[in-house]
DNA sequence: TAACAAACGTTATATTATAACAATGATAAA
DNA sequence: TTTATCATTGTTATAATATAACGTTTGTTA
């Protein structure tokens, strides 16, 4: 379990930003939307994106260039990540299933490498899509 | 099974490039490769990357940006997509694991959402790197 | 208080990807 | 063969995503 972490003033309005969102943000979109609190700089929100993605508070939907916030908790730190993705509507849903994390995280390649993580997205159509 | 394809003039190039290649190509670094060959602009380059992904020839690491040869052949075009990435030495092997395959894809997402597709990444050390 | 590390602000630039439009080539029906 | 249709090409321009580099400020610890 990572303890609990101070965010710097930089990195808990970008959090509060992306915790508030329906769906997934890009770095542009968090940033236009932070001006008004003096954040002018593509640095800016890169640097507090990637500190939050080390302590595990957001995670990047890779397939999407595009930042969400964690609700699951027990991904470790993203260490185990997996996104349920529409392709229609753009909807993106953290899966927090226990079962799924395990079987793929005690996946043994036989090429000799040692994970330590994976990332997994899946697509299709949401409920409200299909 | 999906059915022969000829490829074009550009397909055939990118094509080419990426498999003779021992590890992911970038976009930009296939078409510095290929300028002696006539092709001069980005949009040759991922309009061909583009059909060659829908042919099911190559796939491109969310991860990294970047692309590889398909050497499994039996991903069904992309529809279930695993890979080991080296996160020292950047080399990136396809995994082909039925068994892993069939539990992924069998997964049923609560929220009622019908998956057609997933892409998995692994990371961690390689043979050679650990 | 000195030393160090983390975060910040800023300017510039690199990298990745798409828009838009005209021309060409291949395929197949009429 | 002509005409229609569709995929592919070439080209210029621009959008979108991300990092380098530098100096300053702030927070923590010795
Ligand atoms: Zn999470
Ligand atoms: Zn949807
Ligand atoms: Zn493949
Ligand atoms: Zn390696």
Redesign the pocket.
């Given at each position: 379990m990572a303890q609990a972490q101070?965010l710097?003033?930089?990195?808990q309005i970008v959090l509060d930003i992306i915790e508030k969102a329906k769906g997934p943000l890009?770095?542009?979109?968090i940033l236009f939307n932070v001006q008004k609190k003096?954040?002018?700089?593509?640095?800016?929100?890169?640097?507090?994106l990637?500190?939050l993605i080390e302590m595990g508070k957001i995670h990047?939907i890779e397939s999407k260039?595009?930042f969400v916030a964690c609700r699951s908790s027990d991904c470790e730190i993203s260490k185990a990540t997996a996104f349920s993705i529409c392709e229609s509507c753009e909807m993106v849903d953290e899966i927090s299933d226990t079962k799924l994390s395990k079987y793929i995280s005690s996946f043994n390649h036989k090429k000799g490498m040692k994970f330590k993580r994976f990332n997994l997205e899946f697509f299709g159509l949401c409920k409200k899509c299909k």
């Open positions: 101070t710097s003033r930089n990195q890009k770095a542009y979109s003096g954040i002018n700089a593509p640095q800016q929100i890169y640097r507090a990637d500190k990047k260039n595009a």
